[in-house]
Nanobody, 122 residues
Framework: QVQLVESGGGLVQPGGSLRLSCAAS????????IGWFRQVPGKQREGISC????????HYADSVKGRFTIAMDDAKNTVYLQMNSLKPEDTAVYYC???????????????WGQGTQVTVSS
């Protein structure tokens, strides 16, 4: 059973940084993609970043481009999302998800973590 566990969320002031982690277990695919999504109450889940294990290619939504960086540690089966220059509008529950290919469409992902809250506030 594939399991994804997010960690690293919390409260941070505007302009601050956080690093989220997504630890994956029991992924048996030769190649896979890990996507990061976020969701606020009353809104659809938004895809913000994705990385492919085959070539570690990365993708970012315009809303986070230049501020967030996604990276993969194959040895630890962990994907990180470094979030810099955080804004109040980044406040959301952040989820990681696994699938065969990168996508910003939540419905394409088969496996999800439980989510971690990120709050950006002074």
């Amino acid at each position: 059973q594939v399991q994804l566990v997010e960690s690293g969320g919390g409260l941070v002031q505007p302009g601050g940084s956080l690093r989220l982690s997504c630890a994956a277990s029991a992924l048996t695919w030769d190649y896979y993609a890990i996507g990061w999504f976020r969701q606020v109450p009353g809104k659809q889940r938004e895809g913000i970043s994705c990385i492919s294990s085959s070539d570690e290619s990365t993708h970012y939504a315009d809303s986070v481009k230049g501020r967030f960086t996604i990276a993969m540690d194959d040895a630890k089966n962990t994907v990180y999302l470094q979030m810099n220059s955080l804004k109040p509008e980044d406040t959301a529950v952040y989820y990681c998800a696994a699938d065969l290919h990168c996508s910003f469409i939540a419905a394409t992902y088969d496996y999800w973590g439980q989510g971690t809250q990120v709050t950006v506030s002074s």
